[in-house]
């Protein structure tokens, strides 16, 4: 019987981890996830893996922070990496070729903009620091993101849905849904939450038209409309994505 997967990721938030969670359900594929189904556990297993004294085993070196994927003997870790691992084993990938960079880049580029640099509008500074002790600084990065690089990086995916390699249909590559567009709907999802009022209105302007429906598309896939529904889907909180009302834009 082949292993289940096992997500070890920190309970009580979305985060990387969601990313990951939108493979595994889009593939529908059985998976644990302690930070779910146990937060405590969830916690000490996260602990267990990035302490200090963790230095790996024979198969595996030890992982610098989570997402992490346990598959069996495998232990891996990086949000873009397991995305990788997950999807090619389930389809939402090829295997080889250009298409797998192509998809990739994608999948980075959304990552880079609305998962990192989101995370960074609320802690510009440094992350061991609280929000209140950068508040200035965040306000400052903030309106910066709102004004240039959200819209930059929603008009770079609305140009790659022009394009030819896109295909027929709403989906960024070769007309058939991969992770990248996972990726994509989980990014501006948290992006609407932390900046409800910016994203309104880019949405309003009509000059991302295309990548509104791709997001629309996404919610609308069975296994992803059945999981946004369920419980297994956590609550937006303190993690990547926040929202501060102070540093949305009317």
């Known amino acids: 019987m082949p292993h289940a997967y096992e997500l070890i990721y920190w309970p009580g938030i979305p985060g990387r981890g969601e990313f990951i969670r939108l493979v595994l359900e889009q593939a529908g594929v059985p998976y644990t996830d302690q930070g779910v189904t146990s937060p405590d556990d969830g916690v000490q297993a996260v602990l267990g893996q990035i302490s200090a004294t963790n230095i790996g085993d024979a198969a595996n070196p030890p992982p610098f922070a989570p997402p992490i994927l346990r598959h069996g003997d495998l232990l891996i870790s990086q949000t873009p990496n397991i995305l990788q691992y997950l999807a090619t084993r389930h389809g ?25 640099e989101a995370h960074d509008t609320h802690h510009p500074v440094a992350t061991e620091l609280y929000y209140e002790d950068q508040k200035e600084e965040s306000k400052k990065r903030a309106k910066s993101y709102i004004d240039n690089r959200l819209p930059k990086f929603l008009g770079y995916f609305e140009r790659v849905l022009q394009g030819p390699k896109s295909g027929e249909g709403p989906w960024l590559y070769g007309g058939s849904l991969t992770y990248a567009d996972l990726v994509l709907f989980q990014g501006l999802d948290g992006v609407k939450h932390a900046f409800p009022k910016a994203v309104e209105k880019l949405e309003k302007s009509g000059k991302y038209d295309r990548v509104f429906k791709l997001y629309n598309a996404v919610k609308e896939q069975p296994n992803i409309k059945k999981y946004l529904e369920s419980d297994r889907r956590q609550k937006y909180g303190l993690g990547i994505w926040r929202q501060y009302p102070e540093l949305d834009a009317e």
Do not use: E, Q
């Open 92 to 116: 939402l990938a090829p295997a080889d070729g250009p298409g797998l960079y192509h998809i990739n880049g994608l999948a980075l580029v959304a990552l880079d903009g609305l998962s990192n």
